[in-house]
C-alpha cells in the first residue's frame, strides 16, 4: 500500500512526515480488520523490507498516532539495530522525537495529551489514561463508560456477559463473571455497561 493510499485513514497534513520517515525504507502497509488484541504492529521481514499492520476501525487521528508508534520500532532498529529493546529507551527517544515533531497535525485539545505523552512514551496505548480517554469519549456508544467509574457491588455487561464488581486489587477492579463464577481482574479503563 502507498503512503498515498493511506490518506483516507489519515488526518490532513500527514504525508509530509510520512514521505520524510518512509523515505529510507521499503515498507509494506496492510489496514486490517479490528484486532482487540492491538492497535498495530511491526516486523521486518526475510527480505529485509518491513511490515506495518494497522487496524482500519481506527479514527484518523489515532491510526497516524499508531503508525508512528510503529514506524518508531522500525526507525529505531534500523539506527539502533536489532538487539535493543522493542520498547527500550532508544524507541522512547525515537517515539518521542516523532510525536513531538508531528505535533501540529493533531486537533488542539489533543496536542497537550500527546506532548505529555512524549515525556516517557509508553509501549502500550492502554497504559496512558489520557490518551484512551480522549480516543473513546464520545466516540462510543454512549452506553458505555470506564469501569472505574462504578462502585463496589454493581453489575455490568462485558463482551455479552454479566460481572459483578467486587473490588479493588492494586490498580485493578476484581470483578465475578455471574454465569460461570470464575474472577477476572479489568484494567480502570476497560469500556463495560453498567445494568442491574
Known sequence: ??????????PQN?????????ADYYIHIKVSRNRNSKLGDYRKLPDHSH??????TLVPQLFFFVLTHELAHLIAFEKYGRRISPHGNEWKE????MLLQSLDVYEEELRPIIVKFSKSPKANFM????????FHI?????????????????????RNEKYLLEGLIKKNYLCKNLATGRKYSFKPLARVQKCS
Open 51 to 56: 511490515e506495518i499492520t494497522i487496524n482500519s
Open 1 to 10: 500500500m502507498s503512503i498515498h493510499s493511506l490518506e483516507k485513514y489519515l
Open 138 to 158: 464520545e466516540k462510543q456508544d454512549d452506553t458505555l463508560q470506564f469501569i472505574e467509574e462504578l462502585k463496589k457491588g454493581e453489575y455490568f455487561l462485558y
Open 127 to 134: 497504559a496512558s489514561p489520557d490518551l484512551v480517554k480522549y
Open 94 to 97: 525515537t517515539f518521542r522525537q
Open 14 to 22: 500527514t504525508l509530509q512526515y510520512l514521505k520524510t520517515w518512509f
